[in-house]
C-alpha cells in the first residue's frame, strides 16, 4: 500500500459523493476485506457492495490483494489519499463538502478526546470546513504539481504545514476564530 | 505498528541526538530488518548495532517482530513520532536541531522534485528550521493533552494543519519570507 495518493481527476473525485463508496474506502485502511464482510457491515447486499467496488477499483482506489475462500479480498491503494479536485461543479462542490464535513466532525471529537470544551459544536465544524475549503482552494496548482510523486507520510505532513503555513495571510479570519473556540490565549 | 506515536519524554528524545539511532528508526519504518542487515547498510559492526537497538527498544521507539534464522528481527513501533519535549536543556536543542535539519532538508528536496527553483538552499532550510521550531515550542501544551491517544494519520495530518493555522499569527514572518523564495504571488 502506497502511503499517500493524490486524486485530482474530477471524475474519480465524484465516486466519493456516494457515502457507502466513501465508508467502503474508510474501511478498506485498516485491513483487507472481502464483499462479504463489507456487505455485513455496512448492511447492504453483496451485489451492491461489488457494484461499488468495482467502481473505487477502476478509479484506483482499491484494488484486489488476496483471496479469502472463493472470494477477492480488497484494500486500499494508499494509506492517505490527498483529494484535489482539478475541476469545478456541482457535484464536486457538494462531494468536497461532504469530505471536508467528515473530517471537520472527526477534528471536533479529536479536541473533545484532548480536553477541550468546545460549547460551540456547530460553529466550530463550519470554521474547518471553511478553512479546509480555502485551504484547498488556495494550494491547488501546488498540490497538482505534486501529483503522481512517491511522498512518505512525514513529508506529506510537512508539506501539507507548509501549504497552510504560505496560504495563512489569507486564513487569519479563521485562525482567530479557532483561537477563540479553542480558548486560546493571543 | 502503530500510526502515530507522540514522544514528549526527553531522555527518549534525547536518544535520538545519535546519528546511527536516527538512520536505524528512519531505516525500520519500510520494513522489519535484523541488526546484521542494518549492520551491511549503516557500515557499522553489529555489537554497536544491537547497543543502540536496545536502547531504542527500551524507549519504545522499536520493538522485535519475529525471527529470520537465529536473529531476531525489528521494527519501528509507530510510522510516524511527533517529537515535541517537555523539557529544555542543550542536548535536547542539538536534537530538535538534528531533526528539523533533517526535516528541512527533505521538504527542499520534495519541492526541487516538484519543480520549484529555489535559488537560495540555505536560507530556505533556515526559513524551514524556524517554521518547525517556532511551531513545536508553541503548540507543546496542546501536544502533551494528545500523548498516548490513538490517532490516526488523517486525524494527525489535520491536527497539524490546524496547530499551524491557529499558531499563524505569529509565523507571518516565515510565511513571508517562503512565499518569496517559491515565488509565489501574493
Redesign the interface.
Known sequence: MKDVLIVTDPEKIKLLADRTRLEIINLLRERPMAASGLSILLKKDVSTIYRHINLLEKAGFVRAVGKEGNEKLYRRTA??FLIAPAGEGNLITLTMDAIHHR?AE??YN?FK????EIEDRTLFINV?KT??SS?ETLSRD?VK??EG?N?D??????????L???N??K??E???K??EL?K?E?
Not at 478526546?113 to 477541550?116: C, P, S
Not at 507520510?153 to 507548509?162: G, K
Request: zero cysteines.
Open positions: 494509506r492517505i473530517e472527526t477534528l479529536l478526546r484532548a480536553g477541550f474547518i478553512f479546509l485551504l501546488l504539481r505534486l510523486m511522498i507520510p512525514i513529508e506529506f505532513i510537512h508539506l501539507m504545514n507548509l497552510v503555513l504560505i495563512s495571510p486564513l487569519q479563521e485562525a482567530k479557532l483561537r479553542l486560546l493571543d
